[in-house]
């Protein structure tokens, strides 16, 4: 009979296996490339016993269709792959047999594919269609590395047991495993894959493969050479350089590695370093990579400078929204000026940057979404450059469509309410990039899987639609808590679900497997040491009404505390059961997001009742053992913050708040003589009549009366390689209206440690300041020797700090990063011996781990460099080590 072979193409790879799978892995990808066109365009005829008469001008009838070679595929799977059937008319050779065997190969499925013609009854054919089945992978192994990076290999490229072994999957695995190890500087490296048969009882194509991967030595720079540079040196091109570096034993940030890809985006900085100072025409003419003899290399740079440029005249050709003075003012460039290619450029427009104060953003933040805006050199007379700066204004652009998708559990609500773009809204960039950071800031959603998408532009009707998309995560923690701080083992156990709705509570298909969707934050917490127990419950609306972003917080407290006497040599002796104070409050909340001076801004206000009954709690400033007092309080707070995008790690903006915490003045009203009262009491201390103290101590705080100011701010600013500064500056001062009256030895403020022990207790503050005991850096009391009896706390306090982050990973399941801290701070009992260069630092280093369900988890090690208050040696070490703290 006669075979008439359509197309038969060979899978290159899979050729290797049958003939020898692992010698022919170094073949010539050009031949390679030339048999695989040769292949699919040419049709070869074979002859066999007998002719079969084929004419490729008869539209043949189909006859029959046998499928054979497959064993995991069943014949009629094949043929409906192929899309011919039994009695269709078909040419041969034809368009119809071409696109059947490409739609063939394009399911990857088959590494040969073979089409004949089996008998040719008149105008009805028979076919045979002979295919092999790309294998199966059944065992991997990896040699030259680790078996955990091969693992990583395995996932990242799909080498699961199965897997079907095509040709790209082994040459992407190959480029994979390459590229990995040339970014870490392992520029030689090449990975080697023999893919080698195995015989399988079930008949299907199964293979082994084999990795070897040689990674060869770290390729180090040793030296960077400049050559045909005068205008600038060495040293500000070698600066230049971000990425690549020579070696130098000192450098601890950048490693001295070579890749490729990096040295080629140094190369760019180069020229744009020339330009930023006004050589415009500067090129690298030529660069050389020497290896040498201790297997680094040299590299090796020519440049050619030309001459410096300066600006001439700007015009602005286009413009009617804004007057060239205006757009002038924007672009910060003027005659006479340098010119700065690199500036200039981001005057224009500064890629990645959506709060740049460029002339870009000036019309996309008015509506201007179809601007265009574009400078063109327009004459160069000797070194001077005259610009046009050509503007195409387009029409006013309007929000169209405005959705979100991807939002399960979030109510549609809860998600529209924050957005700044509704639906018939002029345009505004801005406007897009803050409801981002809001969306982020809510805590419901993964914050760098947060993006608009913007849909069906139309220039001509002056519309865009946009979607944002959102992935939510996890909004409930189980808060568990635990450090050392105030002397002993501080535990917390608490629940906190941050997308609640109290709405739902009573509702049985709410619970799946909590009421949840509307925004709110519901809080159980219990707190416990060896000489305290709080309880507390909050519930935070934060738009209570629906309507408007107004925030209601109620929460209400309870709290025992025990007298604790730091100076007992056995656990049991240091709580006094018998002492005790017992506190029981609560408060009522409300803010209110501002239009003015931005939408960043919020007004807050708050009012506090606090119960405080003591029983035999004679400790510290507390003379009046027996008895109580009473803290009726009104908060006034505004705050503002912009963070960009994730709470858990902000990479730009700030959040900053100043809170005035006021009393009723009772002085002014309640008919006491406290000017008389003092004078009793310096009677009294000069008696040592403690009766006495107590009894006038208890008439001066049955009614706490006092104002308490805080400010505290934190700044955020990218650096270069993902790097995040953190700048901090808290301030605190706890007056008193009437000083014969004097200030309570309530909320007063504790300095240094972790920061744990925030319970409420006597209204205290607790600041953190690693590097130091919990609450030990507070002013000494006077006549204490040492700081055994220094536990009465601050009434002024103020403290700075800086915070370098670094991002390790960021998903659903964990956001951790690294930082290392220098920080200081100080406590004092007045202004007269206020000093803010005083100052008790510190330094270290420490981890945070931010997992949905339980909170940020952190371990940080500190190293006091001056000594606490009342001894001389510096403090040294401390770890902090933290669950559930707040960021």
Not at 208 to 221: A, H, Q, T
Not at 412 to 433: C, F, H, M, N, W
Not at 804 to 831: C, H, K, M
């Amino acid at each position: 009979m006669t075979l008439f072979t359509i197309i038969r193409k060979e899978n290159e790879d899979l050729e290797r296996q049958v003939n020898k799978f692992n010698n022919l892995i170094n073949h010539s990808l050009i031949l390679k490339k030339i048999t695989f066109v040769l292949l699919l365009l040419t049709t070869v005829v074979s002859q066999a016993q007998r002719e079969l008469p084929i004419n490729p001008e008869i539209k043949y009838e189909i006859g029959d269709i046998k499928v054979t070679g497959t064993s995991t595929y069943n014949e009629n799977t094949v043929i409906t792959f192929t899309g011919l059937r039994v009695g269709e008319r078909i040419y041969l050779p034809g368009e119809k047999i071409s696109s059947v065997i490409k739609k063939l190969w394009e399911l990857e499925l088959f590494s040969d594919i073979n089409l004949f013609v089996t008998d040719v009854r008149g105008n009805v054919v028979d076919l045979q269609l002979d295919i092999k089945e790309v294998p199966e992978l059944n065992e991997i192994k990896f040699k030259g590395i680790k078996e955990k990076k091969g693992t990583t290999f395995v996932k990242d490229n799909g080498l699961n047991k199965g897997a079907k072994i095509t040709e790209n999957l082994i040459t992407t695995t190959k480029n994979y495993i390459d590229n990995t190890y040339k970014k870490k500087g392992y520029f030689n490296a090449k990975t080697f894959i023999n893919v080698i048969p195995k015989e399988d009882s079930t008949s299907k194509n199964k293979v082994n493969m084999l990795v070897n991967v040689d990674k060869g030595s770290r390729v180090k720079v040793d030296d960077i050479i400049f050559e045909g540079n005068e205008k600038l040196k060495d040293s500000k091109l070698k600066r230049a350089m971000k990425n690549t570096k020579k070696k130098n034993r000192l450098r601890v940030y950048k490693r001295s590695k070579y890749i490729k890809s990096d040295y080629e985006d140094d190369k760019v900085a180069i020229i744009n370093k020339y330009k930023e100072n006004g050589y415009r025409d500067a090129r690298i003419t030529s660069d050389t990579i020497i290896n040498n003899s201790n297997k680094g290399i040299t590299l090796k740079i020519n440049v050619e400078e030309g001459k410096k440029y300066y600006i001439g005249d700007i015009d602005f050709i286009g413009n009617t929204v804004y007057s060239d003075a205006q757009l002038l003012s924007v672009l910060g460039l003027k005659k006479g000026d340098t010119y700065n290619g690199v500036l200039l450029k981001e005057r224009i427009q500064k890629e990645g940057d959506p709060d740049a104060d460029d002339l870009a953003n000036l019309y996309q933040n008015t509506g201007y979404l179809f601007s265009n805006i574009n400078p063109v050199e327009t004459g160069v007379e000797n070194d001077t450059i005259n610009f046009e700066i050509r503007i195409s204004e387009g029409k006013l652009a309007y929000f169209n469509r405005v959705e979100v998708k991807g939002n399960d559990k979030t109510k549609d609500k809860v998600i529209y309410r924050e957005l700044l773009t509704k639906p018939g809204q002029q345009y505004s960039k801005q406007a897009v990039v803050t409801t981002i950071r809001k969306l982020g800031q809510l805590g419901f959603f993964d914050p760098q899987q947060l993006t608009p998408e913007f849909k069906n532009f139309d220039q001509i009707g002056g519309t865009v639609d946009l979607e944002y998309n959102v992935v939510e995560q996890g909004a409930s923690q189980i808060e568990l808590q635990g450090g050392f701080g105030g002397g002993g083992f501080v535990g917390t156990l608490g629940l906190s679900f941050n997308n609640f709705s109290i709405q739902n509570i009573f509702k049985k298909d709410a619970y799946k497997p909590l009421p949840m969707g509307d925004g709110q934050r519901f809080s159980l917490r219990a707190q416990a040491s060896q000489f305290f127990q709080t309880y507390s419950i909050s519930l935070t609306d934060p738009w209570f009404g629906g309507k408007k972003p107004v925030q209601l917080s109620v929460s209400l407290s309870h709290t025992i505390q025990f007298q604790f006497n730091n100076q007992a040599t056995s656990a049991r002796d240091r709580v006094n059961r018998d002492s005790r104070n017992i506190i029981t409050g609560g408060s009522i909340g409300l803010a209110k997001r501002l239009t003015w001076p931005d939408r960043d801004f919020t007004l807050s206000h708050a009012i506090s009742y606090q119960n405080f009954n003591l029983k035999n709690f004679n400790t510290g400033l507390f003379t009046f053992g027996n008895g109580s007092s009473k803290n009726l309080g009104y908060t006034i707070g505004l705050s503002r913050n912009n963070t960009a995008n994730n709470p858990i790690f902000p990479v730009s903006g700030s959040e900053w708040s100043i809170t005035a915490k006021l009393t009723p003045p009772y002085s002014l009203f309640n008919g006491v003589d406290y000017k008389a009262l003092a004078a009793e009491r310096e009677i009294a201390i000069e008696n040592q009549d403690a009766d006495a103290i107590g009894a006038i101590d208890q008439e001066r705080f049955k009614f706490l009366e006092f104002y308490k100011v805080k400010f505290n701010g934190k700044w955020y600013t990218s650096l270069p390689g993902k790097f995040v500064l953190q700048s901090n500056l808290e301030f605190g001062w706890l007056g008193a209206y009437n000083n014969d009256r004097g200030i309570p030895p309530f909320e007063r403020f504790f300095l240094g440690g972790d920061g744990l022990g925030g319970f409420a207790l006597d209204g205290r503050e607790i600041i953190r300041l690693r590097g130091y005991p919990n609450q030990s850096v507070t002013p000494l009391d006077r006549g204490a020797a040492t700081t055994a009896n220094n536990n009465d706390g601050a009434t002024i306090y103020n403290k700075f700090s800086l915070e370098l982050r670094y991002p390790v990973t960021f998903s659903q399941a964990a956001t951790i990063y690294a930082l290392a801290f220098a920080e200081g701070g100080s406590t004092y009992d007045n202004f007269r011996d206020y000093n803010p260069f005083q100052l008790s630092r510190s330094a270290g280093a420490g981890i945070r781990i931010f997992m949905p369900a339980f909170g940020l988890l952190g371990l940080d090690f500190g190293y006091g460099f001056d000594p606490i208050p009342g001894l001389i040696q510096p403090n040294g070490w401390e770890t902090h080590f933290i669950i559930g703290q707040q960021f």
